[in-house]
Structures are given as structure tokens and as C-alpha cells.
């Protein structure tokens, strides 16, 4: 009789299992974001200690940005 309840306790406990891991297998998963916005190609550095110089080559769209 004793053996008869922990044989289905265990069979219980084996399909339990096994339904807890087939939901843990169909959890759908979030695909990865695609990056978007501009790619750098090619970034120059470029020394201008001259404030007002720089800004002359930033409207001859000579310099993209002056820090």
C-alpha cells in the first residue's frame, strides 16, 4: 500500500516536471533590437585654437563640431 502511494507520488511529481519544463520551452523570447541612426565612416581630428577661425570653417562646412 505504501509502495503503491509513493509510486504515484513520484509519477505526480515526474509529470509535473515535465509540464513545468514544456511551458518554460514555449515562454516566447523578445527578438534583439536592430540599431538604428547614423554610422560613423570617418572621424578627423583637427586642432583650431582660434575660436573665430573655426567658426568661419564650421559655416564653409570645413568642421562638423568645435569644442
Do not use: H, T, W
Not at 504515484?8 to 516536471?17: E, H, P, Q, Y
Amino acid at each position: 500500500m505504501y509502495a503503491k502511494k509513493f509510486s504515484v507520488s513520484v509519477a505526480c511529481l515526474i509529470l509535473a516536471s515535465l509540464l513545468i519544463l514544456s511551458a518554460i520551452s514555449i515562454i516566447p523570447v523578445k527578438a534583439e533590437a536592430v540599431p538604428n541612426g547614423p554610422f560613423l565612416d570617418e572621424v578627423i581630428y583637427v586642432e583650431e585654437p582660434d575660436s573665430s577661425k573655426a567658426l568661419k570653417r564650421i559655416e564653409a562646412n570645413e568642421l562638423q563640431l568645435y569644442l
